[in-house]
């Protein structure tokens, strides 16, 4: 339900996107924004299963595009006009992490759509590829591709973006989707889920996972105390 009301709301992804283009101050900024839109239209015509884009729930549809999204673009389109990360050839290693960690979701989404097409794995849980690493390796791309996005905006305040992301991952996003996978696929998914690390390869264990989340929560908050007022102008 929730997914159709994400793709029919005209108000949401396109009115935020667009003031995104507005603000976005470098060119760079402006092909990010562009390969994220086509992105994001892949991952949901292509997708049956809830993703951040489309939640399975209320409460989520309204984490993700009554505070999630609009933040995102303010942050990386607004909040660049006091950039406090200089360093040589920042923009380009920006765009590189975004194409890459891009590239590495985009990878595992496409090539499950292709399994998920297959007569024969009708009804299976996919745990092929990528996703014979870590159960999320679309969320783990997104990590490095929204760290580049950060950098290539020049601001520690937007930096905090995906730092803060691993929090949302490990404590709502992911287990929305593993309860949805846990449902779905009752048979397959518990051991899959026991043998095989969440969001980081090779980090199995639930307890670093969450303490790391908690501190990447806390550097969040720092950066949007101590530098987000002065990268966005207040």
Not at 75 to 104: A, E, H, K, W
Not at 157 to 170: D, Q
Request: with cysteine; aromatic share 18%.
């Amino acid at each position: 339900m929730w997914g159709v009301v994400c793709l029919l709301d005209p108000s949401r992804g396109p009115a935020r996107m667009a003031a995104y283009f507005w603000y976005a101050n470098t060119f760079i900024l402006h092909i990010i924004g562009g390969l994220f839109t086509s992105k994001v239209l892949v991952t949901i015509w292509g997708q049956e299963t809830p993703t951040w884009f489309c939640p399975a729930s209320f409460g989520l549809l309204f984490v993700i595009y009554v505070i999630g999204l609009p933040t995102l673009a303010y942050m990386f389109g607004v909040c660049t006009m006091n950039p406090d990360i200089r360093f040589p050839g920042r923009d380009q290693v920006g765009l590189g992490l975004y194409v890459g960690g891009s590239l590495y979701s985009l990878a595992y989404e496409v090539g499950r759509f292709r399994w998920k097409a297959r007569p024969e794995h009708k009804g299976k849980l996919h745990k092929e590829g990528l996703a014979a690493w870590s159960i999320h390796p679309n969320y783990f791309g997104d990590l490095f591709a929204y760290t580049g996005w950060g950098l290539a905006s020049g601001t520690t305040c937007a930096v905090s973006i995906p730092i803060f992301m691993i929090f949302t991952f490990v404590f709502v996003i992911m287990p929305n989707s593993d309860s949805y996978l846990a449902q779905r696929y009752p048979e397959e998914f518990p051991a899959y889920a026991a043998q095989t690390a969440t969001l980081i390869p090779g980090l199995h264990s639930k307890a670093l996972s969450k303490f790391l989340a908690w501190v990447a929560c806390f550097i969040s908050i720092y950066y949007w105390c101590y530098t987000c007022p002065v990268a966005c102008g207040y």
